[in-house]
Nanobody
Framework: QVQLAESGGGLVQAGASLRLSCVAS????????MAWFRQAPGKERQLLTA????????YYADSVKGRFTISRDNAKNTLYLQMNSLKPEDTAAYYC????????????????WGQGTQVTVSS
């Protein structure tokens, strides 16, 4: 099965940008629909954005639409999340996830998960 590893998190000030990466190993990224989730302390995990295998289908949650951009480079086995205009409420652990089902990427469950990377936005 695929293994996923996120990186790129950190501590930034409000208004700053960060780019998260998620590198896949053991299986080619191109086989999977991919997504980014986040979870803040005491809150439920939230689906932020998702992308199908070739980037032709995208989903964005309203909370990040216009600020976050998901992309993928299958040749590099890497998924990205560009986050702009960060707000303190974006503070959370961010996770990438994968699944074989490439239909309706904004719905349903994801099967494979990374360990997460922490993003902290100070005001």
């Amino acid at each position: 099965q695929v293994q996923l590893a996120e990186s790129g998190g950190g501590l930034v000030q409000a208004g700053a940008s960060l780019r998260l990466s998620c590198v896949a190993s053991r299986r080619p990224l191109s086989s999977y629909a991919m997504a980014w989730f986040r979870q803040a302390p005491g809150k439920e995990r939230q689906l932020l954005t998702a992308i199908n295998w070739n980037g032709g289908r995208l989903y964005y949650a309203d909370s990040v639409k216009g600020r976050f951009t998901i992309s993928r480079d299958n040749a590099k086995n890497t998924l990205y999340l560009q986050m702009n205009s960060l707000k303190p409420e974006d503070t959370a652990a961010y996770y990438c996830a994968a699944r074989y089902n490439n239909a309706d990427v904004g719905r349903g469950s994801y099967d494979y998960w990374g360990q997460g990377t922490q993003v902290t936005v100070s005001s």
